[in-house]
Every structure is written in C-alpha cells, then in structure tokens.
C-alpha cells in the first residue's frame, strides 16, 4: 500500500513566524512531490510542486525534498493568517497519472 | 480561477434520483479526473481519462458512471446513491504526460452532494 502520511494538526504559529509542515512517503519510485492548500469548503489549489532533491522558493514558500530519507516539507516564511488552510502533500508515482494524497495538515495562524 | 469548472456546484438528491455532474476545463490538457472527498478522509482517486479513454477506475460502485465524449469535458452520472456517498467531488485536469516531472493537477471548485 503506497501511503502519504501527515500529521493532522493543528499546527498553531503566530503571525510572522515560519510555519513547518511535513510529509513522509512510502514508495521510493516516487516521482514528483505537491503541495495543495485547501480553504474550508474550498477545493485544493496548488502551491507548488517539486521532483529534485533540495530546496525550491517561490515567495514566501519553500519546497525541501530528501529522497534518501522519503520526506518533503513545506516552509512558510512570515505566515499571515489568510495561511490558515489545510495542506495537503501528494505524491506522484514514476510514469503514472496518480496522486496520492496524504490527509492533510491543518494549519492556524494566530493574529 | 483555475480554468476547470464545475456544475452544479452544490446538489441535492434522493436515493432514487438521477442526476449527473460536469467538468469542463479551458486549459488545453488532455487528462481528466474524478475525485472523491468526505470529512476526515484523504482525497480518493475514482477515474482517470487521458485522451477521452478510461485509464483507471479504482473500484468505484457502479452506481458512480463516467462519461468522457472529449479531452474538455467530463461528467460523472449518479443512480441509486447511498447516504454514504455525501461527499465533495472534485475534477482536476491535467497535460497527460505521464513520463514529465511536471506533469501537474489544477482542480475545478467541487460540487458539493448530498444524498438524502
């Protein structure tokens, strides 16, 4: 059973702080990483998304993959409390259109 | 906007109706989805369309029916639903690549169910 695993908060920071989310994977053929934020009732909207070993920035956000250890992360520099969302890590199998989805991380930014 | 969009966006029906969902997505991809979401649970893939032909079905009840006449558009007809079966459902689009690294989802805004 190829599994994406998160912890399902809450993660509570305060404004201005760097929020941490994290995803675990279990199959090493993985391909491609996702990170979805999803607003209550809302559907997921894309982040960003990475597939090699590192760090990648866009903004405020932060991608960091280590395929040795099957973790990505998710950074959130100076978190503003429109961040409160759900995150959602997906993981994309080599040569498939699957997704899968990890249940999400429930982040809350306090004023 | 993500360029997928999703009618209606919320519905209502008995166990005996028949009613169907639309996806339509302006993005020029070629991949369609169909996704399941109820509280608490993760995103559960029902079908995958690449090129208007079925490349997956992960064991859905056949009271859920897909229909892909193109790579633009792409219904789910429901009959016979259960309670059980209240969710929100998702479309997604995607370029069909399957061998890209940046072969990405972009989801269309959900119809929200509710099976009476």
């Not at chain 1, 009732?41 to 099957?70: C, H, V, W």
């Not at chain 2, 859905?60 to 016979?80: G, M």
């Not at chain 2, 059980?84 to 119809?111: I, V």
């Amino acid at each position: 059973q190829k599994e994406v695993e998160q912890n399902s908060g809450p993660l509570s920071v305060p404004e201005g702080a760097i929020a941490s989310l994290n995803c675990t994977y279990s199959d090493r053929g993985s391909q491609s990483f996702f990170w979805y934020r999803q607003y209550s009732g809302k559907s997921p909207e894309l982040i960003m998304f990475i597939y090699s070993n590192g760090d990648k920035e866009d903004g405020r956000f932060t991608a960091q993959l280590n395929k040795a250890s099957q973790y990505v992360s998710l950074l959130i520099r100076d978190s503003q409390p429109s961040d409160s969302a759900t995150y959602l890590c997906a993981v994309r199998m080599d040569s498939s259109y699957k997704l899968i989805f990890g249940s999400g991380t429930r982040l809350l930014v306090r004023p | 906007e993500t360029g997928v969009t999703q009618t209606p966006r919320h519905l209502v029906m008995g166990m005996t109706n028949k009613k169907s969902l639309k996806c339509e997505q302006h993005l020029g991809h070629n991949a369609m989805y169909w996704y399941k979401q109820s509280a608490k649970k993760p995103l559960e893939l029902m079908f995958v369309y690449n090129f208007k032909e079925q490349t997956e079905n992960n064991s859905v009840p056949s009271r859920f029916s897909p229909e892909c006449p193109n790579s633009s558009h792409l219904f789910l007809h429901l009959h016979t639903l259960q309670p059980e079966d209240s969710a929100l459902y998702l479309c997604a689009s995607s370029q069909g690549y399957r061998d890209s690294y940046q072969e990405t989802q972009y989801f269309g805004p959900g119809t929200r169910l509710l099976v009476l």
